[in-house]
C-alpha cells in the first residue's frame, strides 16, 4: 500500500432559490472518499445533507478538505453517516489532517450536527475548522469526542489530537480556541484535565448581530437547562457567554449515550431560543 498522501476536497454550496424560498445544494466538487448524494429537506425547513466517507474512516496519510458555502438566507443542515473513525498511523511521521471551512451569508443558518470522532489507538490527527459569519447569519455547530474503542480496551490510547477553531464575524474573531491531547504524555485521567471522565462535547451558538440582552436571555434559559442535565458523577454541562455574538457549551460525561441525550436537549433548547423555531434531528442514510 502507498504511504503518500491522500488528499480529497468536498465542495458543498446551499442557496436559497428567490422564486420558491427553498435551498438548494449543488456539489461544486467531490473527491474520493467524499460521497454526498442529495440535499433532502427536513422537518424544521433547512435542506439536509449526509457527509459519507466511503472509505470507512480517516486513513493515517489522509488531508482531507471541506468547504461549505451557505449563501444569503439558506437554511442548511449538515449530519455524517456515522462516527470518524481515525484510523491508527502506521509511522510517527503519520498524520492525519482535515480543514474545514465555511461561510454562512447574511441571514441564512447552518446547522452541524454530526455523530462522535473516535481515534483509534496510535492514531495522529490534527484538524483546523473556519467559520466565517456575515451579518444575522445563524450558526449551531457541535462536536462529540469519544475516548476511543473502549470495548476494545483502547481508552485514551491514540497518540495525538489537535484541534484549531475559529469563528469569524466577517473578519472580526468571535472565538478561537487551540488544543492539543496526548495521553501518554499528559494522561487525561489526571484530576486536573478530565478526572474519570471520557467523552467530551461542544456545542456553538453564534448569530452575529444579536442584542446583548438577547444573549443573557439565553445564556440564563441554557444555563438552567445545563444545570438540571449535569450529575456530579456522571456528567457536567458548562455554559460560557462569548463577549459578543454567541455561546459555548462544554460537556463531559462518562457514558457517550448520556453526554449526546444532553447535548441533543441543549441543541433544541438553543435553536428555539435563537431562531424561534424546533429543532429537527436529522434522518439517517446509510
Known amino acids: 500500500m502507498s504511504t ?6 468536498l465542495w458543498l454550496d446551499f442557496s436559497r432559490q428567490a422564486e420558491s424560498a427553498a435551498t438548494t445544494l449543488r456539489i461544486h466538487r467531490q473527491d474520493v472518499p467524499w460521497r454526498v448524494l442529495r440535499g433532502f429537506p427536513n422537518s424544521a425547513g433547512e435542506t439536509l445533507a449526509h457527509l459519507h466517507n466511503i472509505s470507512g474512516g480517516i486513513l493515517d496519510t489522509d488531508e482531507l478538505h471541506l468547504q461549505i458555502s451557505v449563501g444569503p438566507s439558506a437554511q442548511a443542515q ?3 453517516t456515522g462516527a470518524t473513525r481515525i484510523y491508527r498511523s502506521r509511522s510517527p511521521r503519520h498524520c492525519s489532517r482535515s480543514r474545514v471551512e465555511v461561510e454562512v451569508g447574511a441571514d441564512g443558518l447552518l446547522e452541524y450536527v454530526p455523530d462522535a470522532v473516535i481515534p483509534y489507538a496510535g492514531s495522529r490527527y490534527e484538524q483546523f475548522t473556519r467559520i466565517t459569519l456575515q451579518p444575522r447569519a445563524a450558526l449551531l455547530w457541535w462536536e462529540l469526542i469519544a475516548p476511543g474503542r473502549e470495548a476494545f480496551g483502547e481508552t485514551f490510547g491514540y497518540a495525538r489530537f489537535a484541534s484549531s477553531f475559529l469563528i469569524l464575524e466577517d473578519r472580526r474573531p468571535l472565538l478561537e480556541e487551540h488544543w492539543e491531547l496526548e495521553p501518554s504524555l499528559r494522561p487525561l485521567g489526571s ?7 471520557r467523552h467530551m462535547a461542544s456545542l456553538y451558538i453564534c448569530r452575529p448581530g444579536t442584542a446583548g440582552a438577547h444573549w443573557r ?8 437547562l445545563a444545570s438540571e442535565l449535569t450529575l456530579a458523577d456522571q456528567v457536567l454541562w458548562g ?10 457549551l462544554r ?5 457517550g449515550r448520556v453526554l449526546m441525550q444532553g447535548l441533543t436537549s441543549l441543541w433544541r433548547a438553543a435553536k428555539l431560543s ?7 434531528l ?5
Open 4 to 9: 503518500s498522501a491522500r488528499t480529497a476536497t
Open 217 to 224: 436571555d439565553i445564556e440564563a434559559r441554557l444555563d438552567a
Open 282 to 286: 436529522p434522518r439517517k442514510l446509510y
Open 274 to 280: 435563537l431562531c424561534g423555531r424546533s429543532a429537527s
Open 78 to 80: 449538515l449530519t455524517s
Open 191 to 197: 484530576p486536573a484535565r478530565l478526572g474519570h471522565f
Open 239 to 248: 455554559v460560557s457567554r462569548l463577549r459578543a455574538g454567541g455561546i459555548v
Open 251 to 255: 460537556g463531559l460525561a462518562c457514558n
